[in-house]
DNA sequence: ACGTTTTGCGAGAACGCTCTCGCAAAACGA
DNA sequence: TCGTTTTGCGAGAGCGTTCTCGCAAAACGT
């Protein structure tokens, strides 16, 4: 009842091993009729080649590691993650996944097994803007690698990631341009616990590069307030963090926040405290989702080209393994402020 | 530069391989001494065992295959897909993903793939709602099968869903006991196209039990209407549907509708009528999302156990595994209405 | 002190595949 | 016709493990 192997199939079609091999893989010197009797064999017996033998002899899994925050509530990685599956798939390649949650141990853990696994190449988000040895020595052993939505200095690896800093920039002018003056920026980050105004001293890149151009537009323009909120990722200090801008005596007219989990706060407190969105108070915020669009007003939105951000680091990958070049990219992908009705026209 | 193997290992301590592998896996006869100093050496010159070897020995690759839609739009498959991974991870096991878009041949493609990567066991969210024989061969071939969100009678497997009847028809049953008298339902199915109001001939078997509990709380009402939509899962078509029901002259007093994608359209259409949800017309729909809850009003809602889904999806499949035993159960989940403020009082 | 059991380890096979090598038979050339 | 090239195929090795078997040395029993 065991599963039939090649030897079944060349006894089955009355050659050798080596025959039926070359039959079925299509290489060496062989006449036509073994072929169609080897893969009429095969058929016949319902023959199904074992990819680990094949990838036992051939040193290669035709797999690739992925290992992110497949957090159901972000629109950004769930995409990339189809995205990848999608991509790789169509390239013969199959992906095995691994989540975080952001947790480096997990994450550590999680790249030994890929790398017991044999995986071809990886890709991954790393989680922490710090203690990237288990990445450096991957990259050490020359392990093809790409990291998406992060930038990592240390580690010599092609590294794919959006251009948030002038479209947060953008967001700001716009928003001023509507005669908005006091602004407010609600910035989501693991490295703080509960909130705070200051700036952490840690940041990974792509909350760092939100920061940078949020910074920039405020700094650009005089006579303007910015109040700014670090806060952790737990719902519960997402609404405390919002609660707090919105009771306010000096209540900022417009919210920036660094992703949807914020902007969902947002929209609860301020619902709760009557107030309307594009009207009392304005919001806007990072990743699209058709949540933004279908709920009214439509939430002005900095979007990022995700699929494409997924296509480029399969593709990338890919070019990676099968040439195994060593050269290594920076690439910034362009992003797009998205105007719907959440800004208030205070002019 | 090749990475190092067992050899390299038990030359390095001066051993054989043998005693290398006993050493480090833990088994057989060996002397704590030896197995101290192999250690060291395997630590020394960083060995990493091979995986696609072991899987090649034990003719097992503890990794299970997941076919599924990882629509990013869809809260319920998002948050399966985690819940599987996380839940496999800590049972020792890794997942390879499969993302089908509801097309069987891809379906079909990602059977073979996986069977030939040798997957100890395959959880399935099948995509047609017939044309399983791929399926059946893996039950024939006694691959660990366990289908989720669905019910296949003709296939022998595991299979976990959710009552989602009950909750339809007590969504049902509440709005009738706010006063609603003229109920409609958009239902989202991959089997039509465009839009219809009868019932298509056939439907999976979570749209089907969606319909059946609507259907039983409005038959066991008197004197009220209900409207049917089925329409395919293009956004454009859910929008004309959700207009065709807003602009009838003899407009709903409440809306169904069958899963997020279809809410959304509803409150897109219902925005730009000025009407307002939970005022001038209702809405409830079906698996909940951290949007429906920020919104104002919060959509009343059909929740569906998903953590629970995914986690007994993984046991019961290793459960298969390990013992392989050929015992197949039909599992149904209890749903929950949660209200919210979705739902106009008309009494 | 001698026989018996226990202990520790090495040799070698096996998992299923691919591919190199070599050999016989067929095809070719003059 | 005989020598040379080409063709088709089988034998066998090897990928990196695990594990059975057998053997020598150590430990034990009387």
Redesign the interface.
């Known amino acids: 009842?065991a599963?039939p192997t090649l030897n079944d199939v060349a006894s089955a079609a009355g050659v050798s091993r080596a025959t039926a091999s070359r039959a079925l893989s299509g290489y060496g010197r062989i006449s036509p009729i073994t072929v169609s009797a080897v893969k009429a064999a095969a058929e016949k017996i319902g023959y199904?080649?074992?990819?680990?033998?094949q990838?036992?002899r051939a040193g290669k899994?035709r797999?690739i590691g992925l290992v992110i925050i497949?957090?159901?509530?972000n629109?950004f990685f769930?995409?990339a993650?189809?995205g990848i599956?999608?991509t790789a798939?169509a390239m013969g390649y199959?992906?095995?996944?691994?989540?975080t949650n952001e947790d480096v141990v997990?994450e550590r853990e999680?790249i030994?097994?890929l790398?017991?696994?044999?995986v071809d190449g990886l890709i991954v988000v790393p989680s922490t803007a710090e203690g990237h040895e288990h990445l450096i020595s991957l990259t050490k052993?020359?392990t093809p690698l790409v990291i998406i939505d992060r930038v990592l200095p240390g580690v010599k690896a092609t590294s794919i990631t959006t251009d948030d800093a002038s479209s947060c920039e953008a967001a700001v002018d716009s928003a001023v341009a509507l005669g908005h003056r006091h602004l407010a920026f609600l910035v989501a980050t693991p490295t703080v616990s509960g909130y705070q105004s200051d700036v952490p001293q840690l940041l990974n890149s792509a909350i760092e590069s939100r920061v940078k151009g949020f910074l920039a537009g405020t700094q650009k323009q005089k006579k303007i307030r910015a109040d700014w909120i670090f806060c952790d990722e737990s719902?519960e200090t997402a609404l405390e963090a919002a609660a707090k801008l919105c009771d306010s005596p000096m209540r900022p007219s417009v919210i920036f926040t660094s992703n949807n989990?914020m902007a969902?706060?947002v929209?609860?407190v301020v619902?709760e405290r009557d107030l309307i969105i594009g009207k009392d108070i304005s919001l806007v915020t990072v990743d699209d989702?058709?949540?933004l669009?279908?709920?009214?007003?439509g939430i002005t939105v900095i979007q990022r080209p995700v699929d494409e951000l997924a296509q480029l680091a399969v593709t990338k990958l890919v070019a990676q393994m099968e040439t195994s070049s060593k050269r290594v990219e920076t690439i910034l992908l362009p992003t797009k402020l998205v105007t719907r009705g959440s800004i208030a026209d205070l002019s």
Chains 1, 2 share one sequence.
């Not at 199904?48 to 033998?53: C, D, E, G, T």
């Not at 790398?115 to 044999?118: D, P, S, V, Y």
């Open positions: 009842m599963k199904q080649p074992n990819a680990i033998a990838s036992m899994t797999t497949t957090d159901f509530t629109v769930n995409r993650t189809k599956v999608d798939r199959q992906v095995l996944i691994f989540n997990l999680a030994i097994t790398t017991q696994k044999r052993s020359r719902p989990d969902q706060a929209l609860k619902a989702s058709t949540w669009e279908a709920i009214y007003p």
